[in-house]
T-cell receptor
Framework: AQSVTQLGSHVSVSEGALVLLRCNYS??????LFWYVQYPNQGLQLLLK??????LVKGINGFEAEFKKSETSFHLTKPSAHMSDAAEYFC????????????FGTGTRLQVTL | AAGVIQSPRHLIKEKRETATLKCYPI?????VYWYQQGPGQDPQFLIS???????DKGSIPDRFSAQQFSDYHSELNMSSLELGDSALYFC???????????FGSGTRLTVV
């Protein structure tokens, strides 16, 4: 079975500061990893994903994440936070294979202050 | 580009009533997933269908059932509704693992 752990249910950064949201995964086989963002009362929007190949993945809105197998991590970063980045962020994992479900972490709420 | 369509967007039901949620996947996507997200919670997997057959089952109550039809749309049927069923219900579709799961905007179910 696969799982993800998000460290920190709430993260607060100043506008313009580095954003770092942590995600560690557990999987018996090489996983596929995802980051989703959810704004209040809205659906889940894909930020980025790692399947195979380059371990540094760039996504939308200036976010990127690096797959580190040795650390079983897939942390999400953004060099400079913007007020519009305030949202809930979910890390998710799935196994390779047809119709494999996504398993989500418990989420991290990002607050951006002036 | 076409997205995953869910209907209705909002639904208010009384306890012990039934509800039917619909999901229309992206064309040519052959897999549909249903998730339940309670207030302040992460999405919990309920059930999935691949090529119209149930492929996986999560924490779905026996009061709930789902199916995928010949046109690949899916319906989640919920009976004997309880207050605790109040949540945001998401549908997602994909055509292959790793290709990305596209989520619909969700159906917000409120049970009163």
């Amino acid at each position: 079975a696969q799982s993800v752990t998000q460290l920190g249910s709430h993260v607060s950064v100043s506008e313009g500061a580095l954003v770092l949201l942590r995600c560690n995964y557990s999987s018996s086989v090489p996983p596929y990893l995802f980051w989703y963002v959810q704004y209040p009362n809205q659906g889940l929007q894909l930020l980025l994903k790692y399947t195979t190949g380059a371990t540094l993945v760039k996504g939308i809105n200036g976010f990127e994440a690096e797959f580190k197998k040795s650390e079983t991590s897939f942390h999400l970063t953004k060099p400079s936070a913007h007020m519009s980045d305030a949202a809930e962020y979910f890390c998710a994992v799935t196994l390779t294979g047809t119709a494999s479900k996504l398993t989500f972490g418990t989420g991290t709420r990002l607050q951006v202050t002036l | 580009a076409a997205g995953v369509i869910q209907s209705p967007r909002h639904l208010i039901k009384e306890k012990r009533e039934t509800a039917t949620l619909k999901c229309y996947p992206i064309p040519r996507h052959d897999t549909v997933y249903w998730y339940q997200q309670g207030p302040g919670q992460d999405p919990q997997f309920l059930i999935s269908f691949y090529e119209k057959m149930q492929s996986d089952k999560g924490s779905i109550p026996d009061r709930f059932s789902a199916q995928q039809f010949s046109d690949y749309h899916s319906e989640l049927n919920m009976s004997s509704l309880e207050l605790g069923d109040s949540a945001l219900y998401f549908c997602a579709s994909s055509w292959a693992s790793g290709a990305g799961y596209t989520f619909g905007s969700g159906t917000r179910l409120t049970v009163v």
